[in-house]
């Protein structure tokens, strides 16, 4: 980074006085400051690209509540989180949308866990790409034999929780073979 | 979406010039001034207590009315902070309005003390929590429409204050308007529905100031 592109103070001044140049110097290093801070708390790159942009059209937007008189990161950062804030939100409400309920496969927690008309054997190699818990669970249940409650013991889960991980392999695994 | 080199270009291209927002203390005196304008018209018309000089007397009276005032300045002062994404890095101004509320919840409490033996009970009651928050409209709509001109980070929060200062030139307005020298009275059905009205203010800062 030059000295230049480091005194984002006087970028922004520039910038409110309608300097393009500047405004476009601004931007690109603010997007360099924000890229690693967003990617620390967002796994996927796609998401940290399209909310890094999210981010840049708010500090567009909200341009004129900085002045260039007081330091302009915590301003930017501000903007982020803010944002980051939201795209979490609306992540996470997402994901509870589309998990299962409990007494959704509450009938299937009545049913026996362990009995299946596909063996392990023949579709071991689709097992052991889920989740390392879900394999482990499928495996212990219906390779060696373990019923719910002693696989529970023995990682230490309660027998609920195993019957529910198993129930979204099953999920998983059955899309997987009706493709 | 395009690419981040894409959008940094396209907004460049907009970068016309932009006068910067006012800084919060001038945004918070343009809305006292606009209060303030509102209450002494109101006054003007509704009329003072009768007995508001020699209530000016009573130091209770006095302290009640100036903690008042100073959670009317500290609200807006506060809301006017809170536009800002960064609190214009002023986050103290921000809270101003909590130790001021404490102090006038202690000045209510020797007030009530004070008040040996009490004064009798009014024959309204929650008539007084619904002028307040009559006269609280129009500053309240006021506020919030300039509040949206920038953008707040902290929009509940935001709104909270926003309608607890709206409120708060209300409550002015009838402490120097309303015959009433019962201190239960003014706690019940004048200052308690402050927090009713900051549980509103949470709510509308999330409609009305998200961005």
Redesign the interface.
Known sequence: MTDKSENFEALMKLSLSGDKRAYAVLLQETARFLRPFLARRINSSSEVDDLLQEILISIHKARHTYDGERPYKPWAYAIAKFRLQDHLRAHYADHLHHAVGLSEVENDLQAPVTKSDITYESISGEIEKLPPKQAAILQMMHQEGYTAKEVADKIGMKESAVKVAAHRAYKILRKILER | ?????E???S???????????P?PFMLSLRWVAGAVVYLVASLWISGLRPDLMQKLDEPWFVAELASLVLIFIATSLSAAVL???????MRKAAWAPVGLFAIFVIVLFFSWRADVPPAPLPMHSFECTVSITLFALLPAAWTFFSMRQ??S?HSRWAGSVALLFAFSVGALWLLLHELNNSIIHVIQWHYLPMLGIGLVGWWLGRRFLK?
Do not use: S
């Open positions: 979406m395009v690419n981040i080199e959008l940094v270009e907004l460049a291209r907009d970068a016309a010039p932009v006068k910067p927002a800084h536009v800002f994404p960064d609190l214009h890095q920038f953008a980070t961005w």
